[in-house]
């Protein structure tokens, strides 16, 4: 009877979870939008979708975007304007998708101010979009912010590219809190940026990334929290969590000392570059110093040592070479809370 009863209770634990996923599913909606939205030439209209502000409305009275909707940008160029003004997302659950990176192009006018994008909210995506023509692509900085992705994103000629403040967790963190997978960042001066300057703790939320590129990129090209106990560098936080990536063209390294004697990143390709390499380090697995042949593109070319099956999903970098049928799909799990019938029930999606 027990055991009747507990399955009983289990199998509608599993039916009511079920329900929420298919009201989840079925409550989503995509919101498009196009450079018309920018007509004014202020992305006004847009940001009023996403500031959770129910009394701001966007293009013909749309309103706010909620947990588990798209924004999705459609093909065109959005330029802003030369005040300090620019994207800013404050809804959690909200993914923000372009038509793909040559697509769809977020831009600015002056690349010594301000930023295109800045992120405000937890468990957010942003994927298939371009970004240049600021000071900084996307600034990370919301209260509590988890869960951030960003995927399939071409930066170009960024100060800092991606930038996040510092933040810390109740506990150690173990695991990202922000994830880049297939990013191509070009040019500027810092790939990725932790805001803090005077080292952090083992609570510090980080990121990590995988089949990154960097080119271009002359001063630093993954700036993470350093962990400092008693004057010495301990840990350089996230450092496990960045793999299959290149590093071309470029003044810029990592920190030159703060990876030595620790776990570091696997499967880079450095070429290029002013810094000693972290080959020539002697650190790291299967890292190298060699010419990934890359095409205008960014692909690796057939015969490019970026791709091998030391590599996840066989290849290096921010693209994939033309000749595989990949595409990346590890994200952050983002959480979905929902009413359903007087009940709470988190699940992911």
């Given at each position: 009877m027990v055991s009747k009863t507990k399955n009983a209770f289990l199998l509608s634990l599993i039916l009511v979870a079920s329900v929420a996923f298919l009201v989840s599913s079925a409550d989503a909606r995509e919101i498009i939008v196009d450079p018309s939205w920018m007509a004014d030439g202020y992305p006004t209209l847009i940001n009023n979708i996403m500031d959770g502000d129910s009394e701001t409305f966007g293009k013909d009275g749309e309103t706010d975007a909620v947990y588990g909707d798209t924004i999705s940008f459609a093909s065109g160029t959005y330029e802003l304007p030369m005040d300090r003004?620019?994207?800013?997302?404050?809804?959690?659950?909200?993914?923000?998708?372009?038509?793909?990176?040559?697509?769809?192009?977020?831009?600015?006018?002056?690349?010594?101010?301000?930023?295109?994008?800045?992120?405000?909210?937890?468990?957010?995506?942003?994927?298939?979009?371009?970004?240049?023509?600021?000071?900084?692509?996307?600034l990370i900085n919301g209260e509590n912010y988890e869960n951030i992705n960003f995927s399939f994103l071409k930066t170009n000629g960024f100060d800092k590219h991606i930038t996040w403040d510092n933040q810390y967790d109740e506990s150690e963190t173990l695991e990202p809190t922000i994830w880049l997978e297939n990013v191509y960042m070009k040019e500027g001066s810092i790939g990725i940026h932790f805001?803090?300057?005077?080292?952090?703790?083992?609570?510090?939320?980080?990121?990590?990334?995988?089949?990154?590129?960097?080119?271009?990129?002359?001063?630093?090209g993954i700036d993470a929290p350093v962990i400092w106990e008693n004057q010495t560098v301990t840990e350089m936080k996230g450092n496990d969590h960045f793999s299959d990536s290149i590093i071309v063209n470029s003044q810029a390294e990592f920190f030159p000392d703060t990876y030595n004697g620790m776990g570091s990143p696997w499967n880079f390709i450095a070429h290029e570059v002013v810094e000693e390499t972290m080959a020539d380090r002697g650190i790291g697995k299967n890292n190298i110093e060699d010419n990934p042949m890359l095409d205008s593109n960014g692909r690796p070319r057939p015969g490019s040592?970026?791709?091998?099956?030391?590599?996840?999903?066989?290849?290096?970098?921010?693209?994939?070479?033309?000749?595989?049928?990949?595409?990346?799909?590890?994200?952050?799990?983002?959480?979905?809370?929902?009413?359903?019938?007087?009940?709470?029930?988190?699940?992911?999606i």
């Open positions: 003004v620019w994207f800013v997302l404050k809804i959690d659950g909200v993914d923000i998708k372009g038509a793909g990176w040559d697509n769809t192009i977020l831009k600015g006018p002056n690349a010594n101010t301000g930023f295109i994008f800045e992120i405000k909210s937890s468990n957010n995506t942003f994927s298939d979009l371009k970004m240049e023509g600021r000071f900084i692509g996307a805001a803090e300057i005077n080292g952090t703790r083992r609570e510090t939320k980080f990121l990590g990334g995988s089949h990154l590129t960097l080119d271009g990129v002359t001063v630093v040592p970026a791709i091998g099956r030391q590599y996840k999903d066989g290849y290096a970098g921010a693209v994939p070479p033309h000749f595989t049928n990949v595409r990346a799909t590890k994200r952050l799990p983002v959480i979905s809370v929902r009413e359903i019938g007087g009940l709470i029930i988190p699940f992911l």
